[in-house]
C-alpha cells in the first residue's frame, strides 16, 4: 500500500516556476513507478509525466518537454516535478501518482496508476 501527499502548488505569473512534491508512505516506495497527472478547469485528467522505480528514466507529455523535470529522492520517499516557463494552459489540480505492482514498466495511461494523491492546485495568471 502507497500513500501519496502533494504540496508546492500556488499562484504564479507566466514565466515563473513552481516545484512540487508528492510525499510518499509505504515501504516499497522505491520500487513502485510513479507519475504525475494534472486536470485542468472543465477538463478530464491527463498525462504530465512519469519515472521509473529507480529515478533513470523518465517520459513527458509534449506539451511539457523542456519546461517540466520529473524527478525522485527514494531516501526521502518523496517525487517531485519542477516547472519552469509556466503557461497559463499548465493551470490545473496536479496529482501524483504510483503503479500498483514493484518494477513495473513506464506508463501515459491514467488506469495504470492504482495510488493518488488529494491534489494540489497550480494556477498561472496571464
Known amino acids: 500500500q502507497v500513500q501519496l501527499v502533494e504540496s508546492g502548488g500556488g499562484l504564479v505569473q507566466a514565466g515563473g516556476s513552481l516545484r512540487l512534491s508528492c510525499a510518499a508512505s509505504g515501504r516499497t516506495f522505491t520500487r513502485h513507478v510513479m507519475g504525475w497527472f494534472r486536470q485542468p478547469p472543465g477538463k478530464e485528467r491527463e498525462f504530465v509525466a512519469t519515472i521509473s522505480w529507480s529515478g533513470s528514466i523518465t517520459f513527458y507529455v509534449d506539451s511539457v518537454k523542456g519546461r517540466f523535470t520529473i524527478s525522485r529522492d527514494n531516501a526521502k520517499n518523496t517525487m517531485y516535478l519542477q516547472m519552469n516557463s509556466l503557461k497559463p494552459e499548465d493551470t490545473a489540480v496536479y496529482y501524483c501518482?504510483?503503479?500498483?505492482?514493484?518494477?513495473?514498466?513506464?506508463?501515459?495511461?491514467?488506469?495504470?496508476?492504482?495510488?493518488w494523491g488529494q491534489g494540489t492546485q497550480v494556477t498561472v495568471s496571464s
Open positions: 501518482a504510483a503503479r500498483p505492482g514493484e518494477r513495473l514498466s513506464l506508463s501515459s495511461r491514467r488506469d495504470d496508476y492504482s495510488y
